[in-house]
């Protein structure tokens, strides 16, 4: 098999690799592969706009590029150059502040003042977007329009009615692969509480509590950036920042609740427009009940996590998770114990956790394996609309002081986002804070 340029054999357009990349080769659209059956022209059965290997290699590396340099972009722009994410090659980053550009262009990678000038630079295969919030569909969307594939920051959306709209835009293009960074889905615990409760080891489900109060924040945390903590830059507060990834985990675990009443405190641990204090009670469709307990000015936090069932319950807290299991399911027991205050026997076990390792580079690496191979994906980015939908119902819930049935009316809540947005008066101060390690911030 040989190929043909349409410009020239060598030169320019020549697709023999070159030194500063070694073992890449692009071919255009424009490109022809003369085969034994006659021409093919470069629509390979596995779409991607870019060929990166040798001939019989179809696909070595993913090009990869990161619109958005903050604190979360700067983890993967770090993973990538580490060579922690295999078959992922970063090769340009994209940022807003021009002054952070030359770091990066000192570092050999291509560098763009605007997602949507990376988007249209043809030096990327897919696009990482790590955005302030209410970019992520614009520019998902306009990624996804223009061929590339997609992996999105959390949250995939602000709010629901954008999610949808960026699940539409990839659904259109299934040869692309749209994927989430929910990079708890990868942790051990998590993993093993979700086999327990899927895998039916807790029967069925009455209650969950979650108390997520080990996200304290102070003052100075909401002025390092004029977006951050208001309507118009994020889109809410807690629940949309910090909690996102309990909020996957938890719609991933156990699924989403029918009904939902929130109760938040706007501002009232800061000087900010959003809520950064949330209650929220959950009703599920077989009549379990749950708690899910936010907020970023406690300390010292909680992170306690409970799911109890009829067979038994499991406990994640202080990095030790325990599984008490019941000899007889309650509910078997309550129907046939003939002592009114006894319970049935228990047995407790203590079950091991290691840490995930680098999650976020394995997420990224899963997505590089699954636009190369087809691997599935661990976060399909669709799957992100759950936890979008529980921030929102939830201050939308603690707003309207009443209780909201799911699925949300998304229409409804952008409405109301956008009354919010157009109807605040509140005076942001921003201030130079000092260049903490964002890692520190992590929480399982």
């Not at 569909?137 to 306009?142: K, P, Q």
């Not at 959390?154 to 835009?169: Q, T």
């Not at 190369?372 to 929102?392: F, H, Q, R, T």
């Amino acid at each position: 098999m040989a190929f043909i340029d349409g410009d020239s054999a060598y030169g320019e357009n020549s697709h023999i690799p070159w030194a500063s990349q070694p073992g890449i080769v692009t071919l255009r659209q424009t490109d022809i592969f003369l085969c034994d059956d006659g021409p093919w022209w470069h629509t390979p059965p596995h779409p991607f706009r870019h060929w990166h290997g040798s001939i019989n290699n179809r696909m070595d590396n993913v090009r990869i590029g990161i619109a958005g340099l903050g604190n979360i972009g700067q983890i993967h722009v770090n993973n990538l150059l580490e060579g922690k994410v295999e078959r992922g090659v970063l090769t340009a980053v994209a940022d807003a502040f021009p002054d952070k550009l030359p770091e990066y262009e000192a570092k050999g990678l291509k560098t763009f003042d605007s997602g949507e000038a990376l988007i249209a630079s043809g030096e990327i295969d897919a696009l990482m977007i790590a955005t302030p919030h209410f970019q992520h569909t614009t520019l998902g969307i306009a990624a996804l329009e223009a061929g590339l594939h997609v992996m999105v920051e959390k949250p995939i959306s602000a709010h629901k009615a954008d999610a949808e709209r960026l699940v539409v835009a990839a659904e259109a293009r299934p040869e692309l692969t749209f994927s989430g960074m929910f990079q708890m889905r990868v942790e051990p615990r998590y993993q093993k509480i979700r086999e327990l409760v899927q895998g039916g080891e807790l029967g069925d489900l009455i209650r969950v509590i979650w108390i997520m109060t080990d996200w304290f924040r102070a003052e100075a945390y909401y002025q390092s950036s004029d977006w951050r903590a208001t309507w118009k830059g994020e889109g809410g507060g807690v629940l949309l920042n910090q909690c996102l990834h309990q909020l996957d985990a938890l719609q991933w675990i156990v699924g989403m609740p029918s009904r939902v009443q929130g109760h938040i405190g706007i501002g009232k641990h800061h000087d900010i427009e959003v809520e950064d204090d949330v209650t929220c009670y959950l009703e599920y469709a077989n009549g379990a009940s749950g708690v899910f307990i936010t907020s970023t000015g406690e300390t010292p936090g909680s992170n306690r996590f409970e799911i109890a069932g009829t067979k038994g319950r499991v406990l994640l807290e202080n990095d030790k998770l325990v599984v008490t299991r019941n000899k007889v399911a309650s509910d078997k027991w309550s129907c046939t114990s003939k002592i009114g205050f006894q319970q049935p026997q228990t047995t407790v076990e203590e079950i091991p956790i290691p840490a995930a390792d680098n999650a976020h580079a394995q997420l990224v690496a899963n997505f590089a394996n699954a636009i190369i191979d087809g691997e599935a994906l661990i976060a399909p980015g669709a799957s992100g609309i759950g936890s979008v939908e529980l921030a929102n119902v939830m201050v939308y819930s603690g707003l309207l002081d009443q209780a909201v049935d799911l699925p949300m009316d998304s229409a409804a809540w952008e409405a109301k986002l956008n009354e919010l947005i157009a109807n605040s008066t509140h005076e942001k101060k921003t201030i130079q804070v000092s260049n903490e390690d964002f890692t520190a911030s992590f929480r399982k």
